[in-house]
């Protein structure tokens, strides 16, 4: 008859075995809450991203910041694992070409103005990782043709092939930042403020129907926009929005139009024609410095407009037949 193990030597195994593994729970769980945390670090390898020859103004800046040695002529994926954040770094440089940028693994922000006046950049892409960019982060680049982000960022994209920056902003979608290849997506609501900031070979823009606003000075200084069709939606032209776009001739405001806050239309020097469609004069706020302007206003609303205290300053209004 074959002998069983006595049921109480049983038990103490199975409990020696528990007691064990609780012991190595504790340590693990000891040693993890010891240990301070660590960024994490991207896997990279030591990959040449630019050099002497190839991009001598990206060199010269990593030099100037400490990633690469004053007399190196080479810059790695490695020497830029640690760059988290860009200031004003690239301000004023001279950089034309700026794909590098996607090897930066490690890059999270891109502050407001951090090209700005770089003014013969025309191509950057946005690297994985990057999960905030500030209004106006690529303003003032008048040359930029080409603004991708990297596939893989989760927080950022260039959907539709749009050659610009979108993020989703209270639930829509919404453009951060534009170039002058930039195409409008269908699917956007909102334009960021600085957006187009500097575009000065911008010549026109189509707005998607369903545009709900376009921020603070999205469009100033565009130097080269013609023609502005504000979408039907939009209830306010913000301050500054178009200030200084010396080639604008009209512009047709929607109407839903509300208002027109100060400087909307300021240092707009070419500006002759507005097109307000709207039943009841929407309120000005100091939006023009120059009222020789023609104004075409809805049939029979002549008169309303000439004796409203916003727009009798225009000399010349018209009747929409």
């Known amino acids: 008859m074959e002998e069983k193990t006595p049921f109480y030597k049983q038990i103490w195994f199975l409990g020696g075995i528990a007691t064990l593994a609780i012991f190595a729970l504790c340590f693990v769980a000891l040693n993890y809450v010891g240990s301070p945390d660590k960024d994490e670090v991207p896997d990279v390898e030591n990959e040449v991203i630019a050099t002497l020859q190839t991009n001598e103004p990206l060199i010269q800046i990593a030099r100037q910041q400490g990633w ?30 700026f794909t590098e940028l996607r090897y930066f693994l490690s890059l999270k922000e891109i502050h407001a103005g951090a090209f700005a006046h770089s003014n013969q950049l025309k191509e950057i892409t946005v690297p994985a990782n990057v999960s905030a960019i500030d209004y106006g982060a690529f303003a003032d680049c008048p040359a930029l043709e080409t603004l991708s982000v990297d596939a893989a960022n989760t927080y950022f994209d260039s959907r539709d092939n749009c050659n610009g920056i979108i993020c989703t902003w209270k639930g829509k979608l919404m453009l951060v930042a534009g170039c002058k290849n930039t195409v409008l997506s269908d699917r956007v609501y909102h334009i960021a403020p600085q957006a187009f900031r500097g575009c000065k070979q911008l010549t026109s823009v189509t707005f998607p129907d369903r545009m709900e606003s376009i ?12 023609e502005v069709t504000v979408p039907q939606g939009v209830r306010f032209v913000g301050p500054a929005t178009f200030m200084n776009c010396t080639a604008l001739q009209t512009v047709n405001l929607p109407k839903s139009i509300e208002r027109l806050q100060k400087d909307a239309f300021k240092g707009c020097t070419g500006l ?35 004796s409203d205290k916003f727009w009798k300053p225009f000399k010349d209004v018209k009747e929409l037949k």
């Open 68 to 97: 690469i040695d004053a007399d190196a002529t080479e810059l790695t994926s490695v020497d830029v694992v640690a760059v988290k954040s860009i200031d004003s770094v690239f301000v004023g440089s001279d950089l034309q070409s």
């Open 215 to 226: 921020g603070d000075s999205a469009f100033m200084d565009c130097s080269s926009l013609r």
């Open 272 to 306: 002759s024609k507005i097109i307000c469609p709207k039943k009841y004069p929407p309120i000005i706020d100091d939006a023009f410095d120059s009222y020789e302007i023609t104004v075409y206003v809805p049939e029979g609303l002549q008169n309303k407009y000439f």
